[in-house]
């Protein structure tokens, strides 16, 4: 990469650059970036922090990083440059796009849209519905997959309710398909792991449930991408969505993948540059504009080319090290976690499907007499654990599970319940690809110690969160 090589040999170089291989393949944790940071405690000195919050934004691998750090100094203009380095960045650009179709084994027809995030390629595929069509959603989903759809003119959104097994979710979309008909465009809209329990969704079934009445399925991958292989052939969905930042490539970017036909037949997402082919005058004073039928025709605008070379390196991590290797050791982990949180009796592990069900690594929880966030704010104070409490942006889900009426938490460090009521919000542990067997552990025993014997610090509510107080002495 330090030679200025010609325009061929130098996408040679970033490819290279992304093919060594990926550390992996083994049952230690993948390198990330972050993993020796240290964060002070508030009970005095220093410790590396515990990342366990992957499913809000996972950190970044060192391998994508370095792919970055590679392709830095030849950053251009995508689409437009007759220059040398916007040539080389618009190779890097579309050899993102044929490696994140082939990491999702996307058919020959299918497109691959960048976006900014889950939220955007779902809000864009929204956009992208035939005038008329039925969507069928879970009322369990996170609200990036929940809401696009009535936001839409001419859309008719039905919300299931929360299945309580894999099999009756795909009655259930059976029962409503079937009721339903006739129906022109119909489009059914599932997670494929759940942000709030981690626990897997039946998407091939649905996929089949849908497809045999004529509905087409989104697949919101957001949660699974990181942990699991998606085939979109294999898995038979017509899209799938998902975000870089969960993935190992905090750039900015997201993908929409699937069907064409919808996409190319809809109004551009967003009007602009790119994504026109030609515009001209018309007679009247007005414009005519001949849109893009590929993938550009959703991506006005100059493209955020790292973000997407982060994906594609991602992607390409990922592959390499093995998903056999990286599920076995995310299972071995989230054994090991569960067995700990099992050895506090107080901590009430949510889940819609039993406590069985085959799940990722994002486990939340609740623990008796304890307000999440002020227990949150322990762990992240007193152990340099970082997790995430609240609601998740999938209230209606939370909401059943907690059994209750989630409201803002009150006052932290006064109980969240009295015992035998319902919790009002809950915690959320999560990881992946990078984290260490440590991690676990020294959450496992965090959560054991603070149950056991209650923060060591005061804490109280600034700005809606809950903080340590610094005015105060450790007890
Ligand atoms: N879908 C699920 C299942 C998620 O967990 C999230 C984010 O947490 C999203 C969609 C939205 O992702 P983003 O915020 O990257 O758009």
Redesign the pocket.
């Known amino acids: 990469m330090s030679a200025r090589p010609a325009a061929p040999a130098a996408s040679a170089a970033l490819s290279a650059a992304s093919a060594d291989p990926a550390p992996g393949a083994t049952d230690g944790p993948l390198p990330v970036l972050g993993r020796d940071v240290l964060v002070p405690l508030v009970t005095g000195g220093e410790v590396t922090y515990a990342a366990l919050d992957y499913?809000?934004?996972a950190p970044a691998l060192q391998r994508v990083w370095d792919d970055v750090a590679a392709y830095a100094p030849y950053y251009g203009s995508v689409h437009r440059g007759a220059g040398y380095l916007s040539q080389l960045s618009t190779d890097l650009f579309e050899n993102s796009r044929a490696a994140v179709a082939r990491f999702l084994g996307c058919r020959d027809e299918d497109q691959v849209v960048f976006t900014?995030?889950?939220?955007?390629?779902?809000n864009l595929l929204a956009s992208a519905l035939p005038h008329g069509t039925r969507v069928f959603v879970f009322e369990t989903?996170?609200?990036?997959?929940l809401l696009p759809w009535q936001q839409r003119a001419g859309v008719d959104v039905t919300y299931l309710g929360a299945p309580r097994a894999p099999e009756q979710a795909v009655e259930a979309l059976e029962r409503a398909l079937a009721a339903r008909e006739p129906y022109g465009p119909a489009l059914v809209c599932v997670?494929?792991?759940?942000?709030v329990t981690g626990e897997l969704w039946p998407v091939r079934e649905l996929a089949a449930a849908a497809h045999a009445r004529g509905a087409r399925i989104v697949l919101?991958?957001?949660?699974?991408v990181p942990h699991h292989p998606v085939d979109i052939g294999a898995l038979d969905v017509d899209w799938v969505?998902?975000?870089?930042?969960?993935l190992y490539a905090p750039f900015g970017s997201?993908v929409l993948a699937g069907r064409a036909d919808w996409l190319r037949d809809a109004e551009p997402y967003l009007a602009g540059g790119g994504a026109s082919r030609t515009v001209s005058r018309r007679a009247d004073g007005g414009v005519d504009v001949d849109w893009h039928t590929t993938a550009a025709r959703h991506e006005a605008g100059s493209p955020n080319v790292i973000g997407v070379h982060a994906i594609a390196s991602a992607c390409k991590a990922l592959t390499e090290a093995g998903f056999d290797a990286l599920v076995a050791r995310e299972q071995r982990l989230l054994a090991r976690l569960r067995e700990g949180l099992a050895r506090v009796p107080e901590v009430k592990v949510l889940s819609l499907f039993g406590e069985d069900a085959p799940r990722v690594g994002v486990i939340s929880f609740v623990v008796e007499g304890w307000n999440s966030s002020h227990f949150a704010a322990a762990l992240s104070a007193e152990y340099g654990i970082g997790v995430r409490d609240g609601l998740?942006?999938?209230h209606p889900l939370v909401r059943t599970l907690l059994g209750g009426e989630p409201e803002p938490p009150g006052e932290c460090g006064a109980p969240d319940a009295a015992p035998g009521e319902p919790s009002l919000n809950a915690i959320r542990v999560s990881f992946g690809a990078g984290t260490p067997d440590e991690h676990i552990d020294r959450f496992a025993d965090a959560v054991q110690q603070l149950v056991r014997d209650g923060a060591r610090w005061s804490y109280r509510t600034e700005d809606g969160r809950c903080v340590p107080d610094r005015g105060t002495t450790v007890a």
């Open positions: 499913a809000a934004s900014r995030s889950t939220t955007d390629s779902l989903e996170h609200h990036a997959s997670t494929g792991a759940s942000n919101d991958a957001a949660q699974l969505a998902f975000s870089g930042h969960k997201g998740f942006c999938a």
